[in-house]
């Protein structure tokens, strides 16, 4: 009984090796740090005076982040690097890391002034005002 547990110990070991390796030559060799590998899920609410994303970067240093709006398109990214330094064995990796950017489209029909941001818990808040214009036509 215990030479199949080792070898199912072996197995395992194997085919995480493999998920390494695979992992190592596709995201790290060929992507590059222009490449993005993932987006983080995003949250956009509109109230009457203005519009706030919320992301989830947990385990990000919100300093890394970059933010950048173009009229009406927000752009978010940075980088998640993984925990290393540790000699261990990785039973389960499902947390994304490496480059990741998020494209968020605003309302064309708004026109957008000061933003906020705010990290807390892992969440960046994006506070962006809207800038009211006058709408009232005169009637004939």
Do not use: C
């Not at 609410?45 to 947990?58: F, K, N, R, S």
């Not at 494209?103 to 892992?122: P, V």
């Amino acid at each position: 009984m215990k030479s199949r547990e080792n070898l199912l110990q072996v197995l395992f070991d194997f085919e995480n090796r493999i998920d390494e390796m695979f992992k190592e030559l596709v995201h790290d060799r060929w992507a590059g740090m222009d490449a993005v590998l993932w987006e983080p899920h995003v949250d956009v609410i509109e109230t009457a005076g203005e519009v706030i994303v919320l992301m989830d970067i947990p385990g990000i240093d919100p300093g890394k982040v970059t933010v950048q709006q173009h009229g009406h398109v927000l752009e978010v990214y940075g980088s998640r690097t993984q925990e290393s330094g540790r000699t261990s064995f990785r039973h389960l990796a499902e947390r994304k890391h490496g480059p990741f950017k998020r494209r968020i489209e605003l309302d064309e029909h708004n026109e957008y002034g000061r933003m906020r941001r705010e990290y807390r818990n892992g969440v960046l808040a994006l506070e962006i005002e809207k800038e009211h214009t006058d709408t009232t036509t005169e009637e004939m």
